[in-house]
Structures are given as C-alpha cells and as structure tokens.
C-alpha cells in the first residue's frame, strides 16, 4: 500500500485520479462544527454512484491480499462492505462501545472531549491468523485508527495495513499508527 492511490475507472470512462474525484464531489463546509474548522464532508462522494464505485476500487486495489477487512463504524462499514464483495472477501464491522451482544473486545481511545470504545465480537468471528486491512473515512489525529488496530491484534489478527478516503495531514494521524502502513486516497 502506498500514497496517493490510483486506479483504473469504470468501464468507458477516460483513468481518472482518485484525489480529483474525491475533491469534486465533496463538499467544504465553513465554521462546521465550530467557528475557525473547515469541514470537509464526504457523504455526496458516497453518494454519488460513480464517486462510490471509484473509491471503492481504489480502495479495493489498496486492500488486495487481506482475507478480512475491518470497517470501522460508521462511514467505514460502507465502504468496508463495498470493498469486501469487490474482493470476495468478508467484511467485520468495528463497532461503537455498546453496541454488540457480549463477550466482545474493545478498545478505549482518547478524544479531544473525553474517550470512546470500538468493539469486535469476541466469539463467532474467527480473528485470530487472518490478515486484516481496516477501513474507514477519515485519519484525523490517528485515535480511532490506532484502537481498531489495537482490538484487531488483541484478538489474534494480522492487520496489514489501513486505507481512508481523505487524510487531514496537519493533524498527524499517520505519525500515531506508525509502523502501521496508511493509503490515504486524498489528503488534505
């Protein structure tokens, strides 16, 4: 996995880079959720079916080679599903404290505004030996990356890598999963 992934497009359909399809379909939100924040919302590039199908390959690309992979909630278990039946593979979903039946695993992280938890369950999913890539929207600071990373190999996976759609780099997200490798399709 690498930076700055890209890709064949969909079929008749002159290539196109992955970054510029991203950066035409999202939309920037100024003052969201606070005075001063620049919000770069990813929702119309999902939904927006050839900017779906486009990422999901890229993505797909990135994540070839795992038996498994980890969508974490909630953007990622879109895209995370999307890659898994291009790939023919599973998909996991890494979810919100609270929210599975027991036993599960998790992993707490801290927040700018207090903590959170991702679970797995921890039976029912064999985990343990597959090679897993995790998938999601957004590297901002790295938290919830570096949980799902932590979560998956407690329980005995072998997380190869992660891949989002956009990385927000002046928050140093990548710096926080190191030696974990991160594909960014579009940074910001």
Same mark, same amino acid.
């Given at each position: 996995?690498?930076?700055?992934?890209?890709?064949?497009? *969909?079929?008749?359909?002159?290539?196109? +880079?992955?970054?510029?399809?991203?950066?035409?379909?999202?939309?920037?939100?100024?003052?969201?959720?606070?005075?001063?924040?620049?919000?770069?919302?990813?929702?119309?590039? *999902? =939904? +927006?079916? &050839?900017?779906? #199908?486009?990422?999901?390959?890229?993505?797909?690309? =990135?994540? &070839? @080679?795992?038996?498994?992979?980890?969508?974490?909630? #909630?953007?990622?278990?879109?895209?995370?599903?999307?890659?898994?039946?291009?790939?023919?593979?599973?998909?996991?979903?890494? &979810?919100? @404290?609270?929210?599975?039946?027991?036993?599960?695993?998790? =992993?707490?992280?801290?927040?700018?505004? !207090?903590?959170?938890?991702?679970?797995?369950? =921890?039976?029912?999913?064999?985990?343990?030996? &597959?090679?897993?890539?995790?998938? +999601?929207?957004?590297?901002?600071?790295?938290?919830?990356?570096?949980?799902?990373?932590?979560? *998956?190999?407690?329980?005995?996976?072998?997380?190869?890598?992660?891949?989002?759609?956009?990385?927000?780099?002046? *928050? !140093?997200?990548?710096?926080?999963?190191?030696?974990?490798?991160?594909?960014?399709?579009?940074?910001?």
């Amino acid at each position: 996995m690498g930076r700055g992934v890209e890709h064949g497009p *969909l079929e008749a359909e002159p290539v196109t +880079d992955i970054a510029d399809v991203i950066r035409s379909l999202m939309r920037e939100v100024p003052d969201f959720p606070e005075p001063g924040v620049h919000f770069k919302d990813l929702t119309p590039v *999902l =939904a +927006d079916a &050839r900017g779906l #199908a486009e990422v999901s390959k890229a993505i797909a690309d =990135a994540a &070839r @080679g795992a038996d498994l992979v980890a969508g974490v909630d #909630a953007r990622g278990f879109l895209l995370g599903g999307a890659v898994a039946v291009t790939l023919g593979i599973g998909v996991l979903a890494v &979810r919100k @404290g609270g929210k599975l039946p027991p036993p599960v695993i998790g =992993a707490t992280y801290t927040l700018e505004y !207090g903590t959170a938890t991702l679970e797995v369950p =921890a039976e029912g999913i064999e985990l343990a030996g &597959r090679s897993v890539v995790v998938i +999601d929207d957004v590297l901002a600071t790295g938290g919830t990356l570096a949980a799902t990373h932590q979560l *998956l190999t407690r329980a005995g996976a072998n997380v190869t890598g992660a891949v989002v759609m956009m990385e927000l780099a002046a *928050l !140093g997200g990548r710096a926080a999963l190191e030696p974990l490798e991160v594909t960014s399709l579009y940074t910001a």
